[in-house]
């Protein structure tokens, strides 16, 4: 049974990081794809960033490039989000998903999520 | 970048009627890599249908997708109290791996 447990998430101030962590387990970590998707409150889902089972290719939405970086360790079966100069639309609850592929596929497995607030 | 729009917004129905959700692309999805997924309150959404008609291993048949290149529809031939939800659909062919807006049904 594929398990993803997200944790990392708290109360920031705007400006500050946090690095979210996906511990994976039930498969084989690093034969797949792996994304994050976030969900401010009350909203609708929003892809974040994604990167291929090889951890060579990786994709930011354009809210967030340059501000969060993700990666992974296939030796630890973990997926990270490092999130840099938080902002307040930032705040939302942040899920990993597994994709169905190497490289990219749909997002056939997702964690409980973990939240992320970030106020003054 | 491919934007999706769903429609309706919100729509009301009653156990053991038929459901029909769109989502319409802003350009022909390649390959027609289309998800639907499920979300209930306070839970992880739910993987629902890829490719735009196959369904997701554990999924009951009375949910279907169709469409192809810009036009998509979920129907849910006879509602069951469970599937009183939001409903999303998704492009993941390539990134970026946009999310329609949702359509939220409800009890009526």
């Known amino acids: 049974e594929v398990q993803l447990l997200e944790s990392g998430g708290g109360l920031l101030q705007p400006g500050g990081s946090l690095r979210l962590s996906c511990a994976a387990s039930?498969?084989?970590?690093?034969?797949?794809?792996m994304a994050w998707v976030r969900q401010a409150p009350g909203k609708g889902l929003e892809w974040v960033s994604a990167l291929s089972g090889s951890g060579d290719s990786t994709y930011h939405a354009g809210s967030v490039k340059g501000r969060f970086t993700i990666s992974r360790d296939n030796s630890k079966n973990t997926l990270y989000l490092q999130m840099n100069f938080l902002r307040v639309e930032d705040t939302a609850v942040y899920y990993c998903?597994?994709?169905?592929?190497?490289?990219?596929?749909?997002?056939?497995?997702w964690g409980q999520g973990t939240l992320v607030i970030v106020s003054s | 970048e491919i934007v999706l729009t769903q429609s309706p917004g919100t729509v009301s129905l009653s156990p053991g009627e038929r459901a029909t959700l769109s989502c319409r692309a802003s350009q022909t999805v390649t390959g027609n890599y289309l998800a639907w997924y499920q979300q209930k309150p306070g839970q992880a959404p739910r993987f629902l249908i890829y490719?735009?008609?196959s369904r997701a291993t554990g999924i009951p048949d009375r949910f279907s997708g169709s469409g192809s290149g810009t036009d998509f529809t979920l129907t849910i031939s006879r509602l069951e109290p469970e599937d009183f939800a939001v409903y999303y659909c998704?492009?993941?062919?390539?990134?970026?791996?946009?999310f329609g807006q949702g359509t939220k049904l409800e009890i009526k």
């Open positions: 490719g735009a008609s």
């Open positions: 998704q492009v993941y062919g390539s990134s970026p791996y946009t």
């Open positions: 998903a597994k994709q169905s592929g190497q490289y990219w596929g749909s997002f056939n497995d």
């Open positions: 039930g498969f084989t970590f690093s034969y797949f794809a």
